[in-house]
Antibody, heavy 121, light 107 residues
Framework: EVQLLESGGGLVQPGGSLRLSCAAS????????MTWVRQAPGKGLDWVST????????YYADSVKGRFTISRDNSKNTLYLQMNSLRAEDTAVYHC??????????????WGRGTLVTVSS | EIVLTQSPATLSLSPGERATLSCRAS??????LAWYQQKPGQAPRLLIY???NRATGIPARFSGSGSGTDFTLTISSLEPEDFAVYYC?????????FGGGTQVEIK
């Protein structure tokens, strides 16, 4: 069974940093595209970033480009999101999601339950 | 950026009724469109991909249709567990985008 378990969320001040992790199991992690999607409280889904399953290419929403960095450690089956210069509008539940083999522009199946990031002073 | 507009925002129906949800794209996405279901406190679940293909384990009462800019998700006969929020998503172009969602609520 595929499982994705996010961690690392919490309360951080504006301008601060946080690193999210997503521990994956139940599939051959290193060949799959992986994505972070966020959901602000009571709002819809918002794509954040993708790392491809083939060459490790990375893609970012304009709203996070230059502030967030997606990465993966295939030896640990773990996906990361380093978030710097955080703003109040980054407050959301952050979900990791599995894409397709060697994929980048993907659909997502399954998703993790998410980790809450709150940016507030 | 491709904008996906979902309608209606809220659909009030009774169990056993047919639900028809719409997703319109600001430019053609071909058939590169998916539908997700999200229940309160849960992660989204993939229902339909490439406009009309059911994901693994999805009941046959869920069907998708459309291409280009106009897409439809149909639930043929609503079960109690189908009352949820539904989102569409395109993978035709970067950035990947989602629609704003349609809430299917019990009438």
């Amino acid at each position: 069974e595929v499982q994705l378990l996010e961690s690392g969320g919490g309360l951080v001040q504006p301008g601060g940093s946080l690193r999210l992790s997503c521990a994956a199991s139940g599939f051959t992690f290193n060949i799959y595209g992986m994505t972070w999607v966020r959901q602000a409280p009571g709002k819809g889904l918002d794509w954040v970033s993708t790392i491809s399953g083939s060459d490790g290419s990375t893609y970012y929403a304009d709203s996070v480009k230059g502030r967030f960095t997606i990465s993966r450690d295939n030896s640990k089956n773990t996906l990361y999101l380093q978030m710097n210069s955080l703003r109040a509008e980054d407050t959301a539940v952050y979900h990791c999601a599995k894409g397709t083999p060697a994929g980048s522009r993907d659909y997502f199946d399954p998703w993790g339950r998410g980790t809450l990031v709150t940016v507030s002073s | 950026e491709i904008v996906l507009t979902q309608s209606p925002a809220t659909l009030s129906l009774s169990p056993g009724e047919r639900a028809t949800l719409s997703c319109r794209a600001s430019q053609s996405v071909g058939r590169y469109l998916a539908w997700y279901q999200q229940k309160p406190g849960q992660a989204p679940r993939l229902l339909i991909y490439d406009a009309s293909n059911r994901a693994t384990g999805i009941p046959a009462r869920f069907s998708g249709s459309g291409s280009g800019t106009d897409f439809t998700l149909t639930i043929s006969s609503l079960e109690p567990e189908d009352f949820a929020v539904y989102y569409c998503q395109q993978r035709s172009n970067w950035p990947l985008t989602f629609g704003g969602g349609t809430q299917v609520e019990i009438k």
